[in-house]
């Protein structure tokens, strides 16, 4: 997918720590980088993240129309409490893929691979969302169906429609 081996990448697959990953930044960089990005800092930007209740009712939707469920999250070791706090533990999600945990982010085929081997699916079986167009199609490129959610609603509305719920 040509992700390439920038320190941001590698954060996210879990290669480097937090730290490491300001090391690699310059004297001038750094604070300024650090203040956004580290978790104790004020100004972290993670403490804008805000869970979308349209698309949580969905996955519950989803969910309780028989269908399985999984998160795959490019997401950074030292960020996953405040992202468990957005995507909270008791969404009915069956699995929970954390690219800083396999080593692989998306839209690397690795990552999508995992979520699909984990759940015993081939590609033409999973439905994917992402916010992220190169993400979804990262997803497509394998021959998964994929939905990229720009628009909430119209998002749910074309996922409802491949799903025919």
């Not at 469920?69 to 997401?75: K, L």
């Not at 497509?140 to 169906?145: K, P």
């Amino acid at each position: 997918a040509g992700d390439g081996e920038s320190p941001g990448n590698r954060l996210e697959r879990g290669e480097i720590t937090l730290e490491e990953f300001f090391a690699t930044l310059g004297p001038h960089e750094q604070p300024h980088v650090r203040m956004v990005i580290d978790p104790a800092s004020p100004s972290f930007f993670g403490d804008s993240w805000a869970p979308n209740p349209l698309m949580q009712d969905f996955v519950r939707e989803v969910a309780d129309a028989g269908f399985r469920t999984a998160m795959v999250s490019n997401i950074v070791t030292e960020w996953i409490p405040v992202w468990e706090r957005v995507i909270p533990l008791d969404l009915p999600f069956e699995l929970r893929v954390y690219s800083c945990v396999i080593g692989a982010r998306k839209p690397e085929p690795a990552i999508y691979h995992h979520a699909l081997d984990a759940m015993g699916l081939r590609p033409d079986e999973a439905l994917f969302l992402d916010d992220f167009e190169a993400m979804v199609e990262g997803a497509r490129s394998l021959g998964m169906h994929a939905v990229h959610v720009g628009e909430p609603g119209a998002a749910i509305a074309e996922a409802r429609s491949v799903l025919g719920i």
